[in-house]
Nanobody, 125 residues
Framework: QVQLVESGGGLVQAGGSLRLSCAAS????????MGWFRQAPGKEREFVAA????????LYADSVKGRFTISRDNAKNTVYLQMNSLKPEDTGVYYC??????????????????WGQGTQVTVSS
């Protein structure tokens, strides 16, 4: 079992930045990749970004390309999501997730087996 704890959410104005962190503990050796998802009120959870622990594969949703950057610190078992040029449509609960297997060309919630509790990100206009 892998435990994931997100932090770094908050309220920010449009155009601002936030950095989310996801600390992994437990059987992290059973995971190969980490991902970030988000869910806005009344909407389905959507993929944001994913990265392998080796850093060899990274994938972004088209909606965040050029604005968000996913990275990892293997020594700390932590994955980050740097979010710049935030827009009101980026508002939602952001979830960290872990999976066995690499990052594919398309990722969805069902591809990930472990999830954090989520952290709220609110972007005001």
């Amino acid at each position: 079992q892998v435990q994931l704890v997100e932090s770094g959410g908050g309220l920010v104005q449009a155009g601002g930045s936030l950095r989310l962190s996801c600390a992994a503990s437990g059987r992290t050796f059973n995971t190969d990749a980490m991902g970030w998802f988000r869910q806005a009120p009344g909407k389905e959870r959507e993929f944001v970004a994913a990265i392998t622990w080796t850093g060899s594969s990274i994938l972004y949703a088209d909606s965040v390309k050029g604005r968000f950057t996913i990275s990892r610190d293997n020594a700390k078992n932590t994955v980050y999501l740097q979010m710049n040029s935030l827009k009101p449509e980026d508002t939602g609960v952001y979830y960290c997730a872990a999976r066995r297997g690499t990052v594919r060309a398309s990722m969805k919630s069902a591809d990930f087996g472990s999830w954090g509790q989520g952290t709220q990100v609110t972007v005001s206009s």
